[in-house]
C-alpha cells in the first residue's frame, strides 16, 4: 500500500516549453500532495504544498507562475513549469499524504529528472 | 520553526560493520522524526519513523533509531550493512501539534558508501 505514482520519470525538453509532471496516490486519498525539487548532491526543498480543490501554499522565494500547481481529485496532484530554461533543470518529487491513514506520512514518487535544452 | 542537522555528510564503511548515521534536531514544538532513504534517481522511502512511544523505533532494512528527547537526536543505526544499503540518507522533522503544518523539514543527508 502506499504507492505514489509520479510521471515521466525523466523529459528532455527545449528552452521556452512548458513541462507536466504527474503525481498520482495509487491505493489512497491524497488529502495533501507536496512537491519537491532537489539539486545534485543537495537536500529536498520544498516548493509548495496543495490541498485538494484548493490553490497551492508556495514557499518563499517560488514563482507561483512559473511553477503552476493544480490538485483537482483526491488521487492526482500536477506541477506545469512553464517557459522552462535550463536553470529549471533538476530533480522533482511529489510526496501525498492523507490524514486518515498512519497520521501524515509522507509518501514519496520516484521523481522526474527535468533537463531543459 | 524547525531544523535538522546531519553531522556527517559522508560516512564510509566495510561490508558487515556496524554504522550509525547522526541526525539531531531543532524545534520549539512537539515533532514526529523520520529517516528516508533515497537510491540513485529514485524517490524516498521511508525507512522508519518516531511519532510517539517508545524511543527505540525499528524499521525497514535491520534499521532501527533512537529518539533522545533530552539531547534533541534521532540517530540511525545498523548492526551490519550490505552492499545493498549505500544510498543517501535523510534524516527529517515535522510539527506533530493537532492542526499543525505537516511540512517536512531534511537534512542535508548522508552518504553511506558501503564498501566490500
Known amino acids: 500500500g502506499a504507492v505514489v505514482s509520479q510521471h515521466p520519470s525523466r523529459v528532455i525538453c527545449k528552452s521556452g516549453t512548458s513541462v507536466k509532471i504527474e503525481c498520482r496516490s495509487l491505493?489512497?486519498?491524497?488529502?495533501?500532495m507536496f512537491w519537491y525539487r532537489q539539486f545534485p548532491k543537495k537536500s529536498l526543498m520544498l516548493m509548495a504544498t496543495s490541498n485538494e480543490g484548493s490553490k497551492a501554499t508556495y514557499e518563499q522565494g517560488v514563482e507561483k507562475d512559473k511553477f503552476l500547481i493544480n490538485h483537482a481529485s483526491l488521487t492526482l496532484s500536477t506541477l506545469t513549469v512553464t517557459s522552462a530554461h535550463p536553470e529549471d533543470s533538476s530533480f522533482y518529487i511529489c510526496?501525498?499524504?492523507?490524514?486518515?491513514?498512519?497520521?501524515?506520512?509522507?509518501?514519496f514518487g520516484a521523481g522526474t529528472r527535468l533537463s531543459v535544452l | 520553526a524547525q531544523s535538522v542537522t546531519q553531522l556527517d555528510s559522508q560516512v564510509p564503511v566495510f561490508e558487515e560493520a556496524p554504522v550509525e548515521l547522526r541526525c539531531n534536531y531543532s524545534?520549539?514544538?512537539?515533532?514526529?522524526l523520520f529517516w528516508y532513504v533515497q537510491y540513485p534517481n529514485q524517490g524516498l522511502q521511508l525507512l522508519l519513523k518516531y511519532l510517539s512511544g517508545s524511543t527505540l523505533v525499528k524499521g525497514i532494512n535491520g534499521f532501527e533509531a533512537e529518539f533522545n528527547k533530552s539531547q534533541t537526536s534521532f540517530h540511525l543505526r545498523k548492526p551490519s550493512v550490505h552492499i545493498s544499503d549505500t544510498a543517501e540518507y535523510f534524516c527529517?522533522?515535522?510539527?506533530?501539534?493537532?492542526?499543525?503544518?505537516?511540512?517536512?523539514?531534511f537534512g542535508a543527508g548522508t552518504r553511506l558508501a558501503v564498501h566490500p
Open positions: 491505493d489512497f486519498q491524497a488529502t495533501t
Open positions: 524545534s520549539s514544538v512537539s515533532v514526529y
Open positions: 510526496s501525498a499524504m492523507t490524514r486518515g491513514r498512519a497520521k501524515n506520512i509522507q509518501y
Open positions: 527529517a522533522v515535522s510539527d506533530s501539534r493537532p492542526g499543525g503544518y505537516n511540512k517536512l523539514i
